[in-house]
């Protein structure tokens, strides 16, 4: 039990400073009938050298994105993370750090939020950023309730472009306190759908760009027809990388933004952790959910930084409080600004339109295939193509082959009638070979 | 008395003279990248595209975004000296209460950091992700093992995520059976974190408070009289806010029950009994737990955390998606809401939830084995309590009858007539090379003090801590005011003025006028 410091003689020693002659002394509140001996069906204290060999069969069962070629988005990127990040963020003083309610030893945490919000705040082209959420879509949900809190309103419009994991997880939480959503049709181009929705109750309308099928649209009619209707837009964007080389959804009269920074800085990680990007307008601030840091100065006048606007928060308000959240992905949002700082707006533009370069040359490839249909009008790095197959059973013939095509639409949402439509994404990790075998191998399978 | 500390001579002369440059020396002073010299700069090599996006036409990003870059040892300076600005359990005793700062092995981070782990996709083909789910699945045997209880969410990305997750699916069970409508109650007692009634309210509960007893209990004669047909749940800390475990825990669950209402355990102190006590033998319906606490992964100044949630067989069938199930064909994943699963109340995050944070806790409870866990809960109890003796006769322990459990709880009773606050106090501590503990919380006690050493504090570190503390407080009664209005003295900085960042926020770095750096 190499991570317990105390010895049996200090153990001894401490019972005896307390006053009590056992160990079970201390538990005597704990009713006779709850108290447990063991457990005979978990084993027991293992050393370094075994849980590394029994975690690492398990990890040698899964087939890592990086050891073949990789073509699945659907909102979570593979990207190249420079080694800098992963060792900065293992530094202890950032690891093993708390929140930083004691802003004089704290600086080093407040400080890197501080710059992670001004960062999301230009990227998102919004005027302020939180501190991060737990990811993107639940920022979204949380973008939701805003919007309600700030029009008295109960009604999202969700347009049908809008990742369908993202929808089902807002609607879990939003119709819990009585919000209604009304999600539009799944639609390869349709965000402008959306605008017919809107009536006299609609709180928001949602939209994601580039969309679930890889479509990005210039939202600023929707903005305007949303804002008209006295409703807020919620701009929802899975792939940070895109911010880099498409409008930003400030430019385009976001009110809320509600995005997933994962793309830059953060590993796959089977989904987790991730790190919800939230930003909005000035005004709407106090109704914003989430840690906020701020500058102010110390006793002597000097610069620095606290957590600030807390009075929104849990353990202020308790249940008037502005949402039940008292965390933030704090070390996500270290690896986000770390690899942002190295790729500053430079090397963001160049990886975007890397990003895009390797898309459009996967399309090219595909749509060489016979019965492959390019569906994507507009895309970043992320489209779908119909099949003359169903998409998840070619994927799995092709996982078979060890090529990860992609994700079958239908994966996300089963009852769209889209079981033909394969997401296929691409980024700067994706090689001119990789293209090559994905394109081969399907031809493969397409032509069996 | 032992004098464990850093060794000086205490006769030394040690006024300071100002630096010229404001440096202290190593602790370099550090700007914002905002103010180097980075714009146009990359610390990234890529190769130059070959597109320039013109196929989007005006859907193109043409304005400045605003993003300065380093180089990478600019990058590499920037944050280290950063870092050395932070306090971290690393460095010392992080006594935060309620927040369990432990020691954090890097076998688990170098566990989640395995290719098989950290690299897979959250909707990559089932067939290639046979190992994650299986971690997940052995995960959730131990989980329900140590709390005796029949099933497990996984998902929920923090504990307050798994408390919306438990009530969630308490509000789900009693829509299935038509209760609803009427059990629009939930009780929580005065000594709930903020997030407990935060999660009710948010769930469209009313929340309606339970009073406390004068030795930091649940008031069970309260709880009795609150109890009826229009109540969901119950929300109990165990062991609570204050430290104590709930002696009428039986009776509590057993009210609640007849009531026809569910017991929702936070969980967030487990620590403190794992491998002794199964919460499902206290008739727990729904608990959280955070990994980060009890489990150790690291808390990375502020998150991710990771909230699995445990649940009774009655609430069992209402768990959101997803989760791991295991077949003659291996492990799969139920993503929907459909057959078996059709009375999940739906889903709380886009993908599987916090993969990196279930790897390293496995790793954890691997290391310790269900008999190194015992331990865990047996030593972070007495470290608590040694503590709480030998600080007991300076300070005022808030309930000094009786055992704490893993956390000692002081008010401000013992600094009366001294004109020293709680956070006074607090801050004098960081004076002295320690991170305060929990200042006014709980709030049910004045002027609180939690401290929480946790097990992985050695007896030489809790002498070392104590010794400081006692000096401290012989100070304060001394009349040392000085040493505490104005402290820290020794910090990166002073006090920080708080009143003033939230009275006119300023939340991010613009471009000083007149520049022409682009800041939105």
Redesign the interface.
């Known amino acids: 039990m190499r991570y317990l410091p105390l010895t049996p003689d200090d153990r001894t020693a401490m019972l005896s400073a307390i006053g009590v002659k056992s160990i079970d002394d201390l538990f005597v509140d704990v009713p006779g009938p709850a108290q447990r001996d063991g457990f005979v069906d978990l084993p027991r204290v293992a050393g370094e050298m075994e849980v590394e060999r029994a975690l690492s069969k398990m990890a040698g069962r899964n087939v890592a994105a990086g050891s073949v070629p990789f073509f699945c988005g659907a909102g979570a990127y593979k990207h190249h993370v420079p080694a800098t990040v992963d060792h900065v963020i293992q530094r202890s003083e950032f690891l093993t750090s708390y929140t930083p309610y004691q802003p004089e030893i704290a600086q080093g945490t407040l400080q890197y939020l501080y710059e992670f919000q001004t960062q999301v705040a230009n990227l998102t082209g919004m005027p302020v950023a939180n501190a991060s959420l737990y990811d993107g879509s639940t920022a979204m949900a949380e973008g939701v309730l805003m919007a309600t809190r700030v029009t008295r309103r109960n009604k999202a419009i969700i347009s049908g472009g809008v990742h369908p994991h993202y929808v089902r997880a807002t609607e879990t939480v939003v119709h819990a306190v009585g919000v209604e959503t009304q999600a539009l049709t799944a639609a390869i181009d349709a965000e402008a759908a959306v605008i017919d929705a809107i009536d006299k109750d609609t709180a928001c309308v949602v939209v994601q760009t580039p969309n679930v099928f890889g479509t990005a649209t210039d939202v600023t009619k929707i903005a305007e027809a949303a804002h008209a209707a006295g409703a807020l837009l919620i701009v929802v964007v899975t792939e940070a990388v895109s911010m880099g080389l498409l409008k930003s959804p400030g430019e385009m009269g976001a009110d809320i933004v509600a995005a997933e920074g994962q793309s830059i800085g953060n590993a796959l990680n089977y989904g987790g952790p991730y790190v919800g990007l939230f930003a909005t307008r000035d005004k709407l601030v106090r109704q914003m959910p989430g840690r906020l840091t701020g500058e102010t100065v110390d006793a002597d006048g000097e610069r620095g930084f606290v957590l600030t606007l807390s009075t929104r928060e849990q353990h202020i308000r308790r249940d008037k409080a502005t949402s039940n959240i008292c965390t933030n992905s704090g070390l996500c949002t270290l690896a986000f600004t770390i690899h942002m700082s190295l790729l500053g707006e430079t090397g963001l533009r160049k990886l975007a339109l890397l990003n895009h370069e390797k898309a459009l040359a996967t399309r090219d490839a595909l749509a060489a295939i016979p019965g492959v249909e390019i569906l994507t009008p507009r895309f970043f790095n992320e489209f779908a193509v119909r099949l003359p197959k169903n998409a998840a059973e070619v994927v799995s013939t092709l996982a078979d082959h060890h090529v990860l095509a992609g994700v079958p639409y239908s994966r996300l949402a089963p009852d769209a009638g889209m079981d033909d439509v394969l997401l296929v994404a691409a980024t700067e990790t994706t090689m001119d070979v990789d293209i090559q075998i994905l394109a081969k191998s399907l031809t493969k399978v397409l032509g069996a | 008395m032992n004098t464990v500390g850093r060794p000086t001579a205490p006769n030394a002369v040690t006024a300071k003279p100002a630096t010229l440059t404001g440096a202290r020396g190593l602790l370099q002073d550090?700007h914002?990248?905002?103010e180097s010299d980075?714009?146009?700069?990359?610390?990234?090599d890529?190769?130059?595209?070959?597109?320039?996006?013109s196929?989007?036409?005006?859907?193109?990003?043409r304005?400045?975004?605003?993003?300065?870059?380093?180089s990478?040892p600019e990058?590499?300076r920037?944050?280290?000296r950063?870092?050395?600005?932070?306090?971290?359990?690393?460095?010392a005793i992080?006594p935060?209460g309620s927040?369990t700062?432990k020691?954090?092995?890097r076998?688990n981070?170098?566990?989640a950091?395995?290719?098989?782990?950290?690299?897979?996709?959250?909707?990559?083909?089932i067939?290639?992700?046979?190992?994650?789910l299986?971690?997940m699945d052995?995960l959730s045997h131990?989980l329900k093992?140590?709390t005796g209880m029949p099933a497990v969410a996984l998902s929920p990305?923090?504990?307050?995520?798994g408390?919306?997750c438990g009530l969630?699916a308490i509000?789900a069970a009693h829509e299935a059976s038509g209760e609803h409508v009427r059990r629009r109650k939930v009780l929580v007692p005065t000594s709930a974190?903020?997030?407990n009634?935060?999660?009710?309210?948010?769930?469209?509960y009313t929340?309606v408070e339970v009073a406390q007893t004068d030795d930091g209990r649940v008031d069970v004669a309260d709880l009795a009289s609150k109890l009826g047909d229009d109540v969901a749940a119950i929300m109990v800390t165990n062991p609570n806010t204050c430290g104590?475990?709930?002696?009428d825990?039986?009776e509590i669950s057993r009210l609640t029950h007849e009531a026809g209402a569910y017991f929702y355990c936070d969980g967030a102190n487990f620590n403190a009994?794992v491998?002794?006590?199964?919460p499902g033998?206290?008739g727990v319906d729904a608990m959280h737990i955070n990994l980060h606490k009890t489990f150790?992964t690291?808390?990375?100044?502020?998150?991710?955390?990771?909230g699995p949630v445990v649940l009774s067989a009655a609430l069992a069938p209402f768990a959101?998606a997803p989760w791991v199930v295991h077949g003659d064909n291996g492990y799969s994943l139920i993503?929907?809401e459909e057959g078996d699963a059709a009375q999940a109340?739906?889903?709380?995050?886009?993908?599987?939830?916090?993969?990196?944070?279930y790897?390293r806790a496995?790793?954890?409870m691997?290391?310790?084995?269900?008999?190194?866990l015992?331990?865990?809960a047996?030593?972070a109890?007495?470290?608590a309590?040694?503590i709480?003796?030998?600080l007991g006769d300076l300070m005022s322990p808030a309930f000094p009858d009786?055992?704490c459990m893993h956390e000692a709880l002081f008010d401000d009773e013992w600094l009366k007539g001294t004109d020293i606050t709680t956070l006074d106090f607090?801050?004098a501590m960081?004076d002295e090379g320690f991170?305060?503990m929990t200042m006014y919380?709980p709030l049910v006690v004045h002027g609180a003090m939690l401290i929480e050493p946790t097990?992985?504090?050695?007896?030489q570190?809790l002498d070392r801590f104590i010794h400081a503390m006692r000096l401290l407080a012989q100070a304060a009664k001394a009349g040392d005011v000085d040493r505490f209005k104005?402290a820290?003295f020794h910090?990166?900085?002073?006090?920080?003025?708080?009143t003033?960042?939230?009275r006119s926020?300023?939340?991010?770095?613009t471009a000083p006028q007149g520049t022409n750096i682009a800041?939105?």
Not at chain 2, 157 to 161: F, L, Q, R, S, V
Request: net charge negative.
């Open positions: 550090e914002l990248i905002f980075g714009w146009g700069k990359t610390g990234v890529l190769p130059e595209p070959t597109t320039d996006g196929d989007l036409g005006d859907l193109v990003r304005d400045p975004i605003g993003l300065p870059g380093l990478e990058t590499m920037h944050y280290v950063l870092s050395q600005k932070n306090h971290a359990i690393d460095l992080y935060l927040c700062m020691h954090n092995p076998l981070e170098k566990m950091r395995l290719p098989g782990f950290s690299d897979i996709h959250p909707l990559q083909p067939s290639t992700v046979q190992g994650a299986e971690l052995t131990w093992t140590l990305k923090a504990g307050a995520h408390e919306l969630m509000r974190h903020g997030t009634p935060a999660t009710a309210a948010f769930v469209g929340v104590l475990f709930e002696r825990i039986l009994i491998g002794r006590v199964r033998d206290l150790s690291p808390h990375g100044g502020g998150g991710p955390g990771a959101p993503e929907r109340f739906g889903r709380l995050c886009a993908f599987q939830g916090q993969m990196g944070m790897t496995l790793s954890y691997m290391s310790h084995g269900s008999d190194g015992r331990q865990v047996e030593d109890v007495l470290n309590n040694y709480k003796a030998r009786g055992p607090a801050k960081i991170h305060p919380f097990e992985t504090e050695s007896k570190e104005g820290p910090a990166p900085l002073k006090r920080l003025d708080e003033r960042a939230a926020p300023v939340l991010r770095w800041a939105e």
